[in-house]
């Protein structure tokens, strides 16, 4: 998910995800904490929806006028489509697009902490986020 499905949420709306092609098991585990956490709560499972699929199910998400806004994270190329998409419809996109973050390491800090941090930034989540490491300096 993305930051600004809590905030969704928060707001009363539904949440439709569809990760990336690439990581489609990933989002089958973050489906089934949502979907444990909504049930200790006795909130309907269908406040987070999971749809795993490639490039033509994200196509199909921007050009569905049933959902008013789109957020994607990805390349820049991607948010060029996803923008002329939903914008064709004048429906609202949200993008996080060619994260590419570093990680400073100054002389006194602490290494054990800062591997352990520039490890999970860079691998953590397969690249699948917009902050990313990309390089340590």
């Known amino acids: 998910w993305a930051w600004n499905t809590a905030l969704a949420w928060v707001c009363g709306d539904v949440c439709v995800w569809k990760p990336s092609e690439k990581t489609p098991i990933c989002g089958i585990a973050c489906q089934?904490?949502?979907s444990s956490v909504l049930k200790e709560n006795n909130l309907q499972e269908g406040i987070s929806c999971l749809v795993n699929g490639d490039y033509t199910v994200g196509e199909f998400i921007t050009k569905d006028n049933r959902i008013?806004?789109?957020s994607a994270?990805?390349?820049i190329r991607m948010g060029k489509i996803v923008?002329?998409?939903v914008a064709a419809r004048l429906g609202?996109?949200?993008l996080e697009l060619g994260g590419n973050n570093a990680i400073i390491?100054?002389?006194d800090a602490d290494l054990k902490m800062t591997v352990i941090g520039?490890?999970?930034g860079a691998v953590g989540t397969a690249g699948q986020r917009c902050t990313s490491t990309r390089r340590l300096i």
Request: aromatic letters at 4%; a positive charge; hydrophobic letters at 50%.
């Open 32 to 34: 089934n904490i949502i």
């Open 68 to 70: 008013p806004l789109v």
């Open 73 to 75: 994270t990805g390349s």
């Open 83 to 85: 923008a002329q998409a």
């Open 92 to 94: 609202k996109s949200l």
């Open 105 to 107: 390491i100054t002389p």
């Open 118 to 120: 520039a490890v999970f």
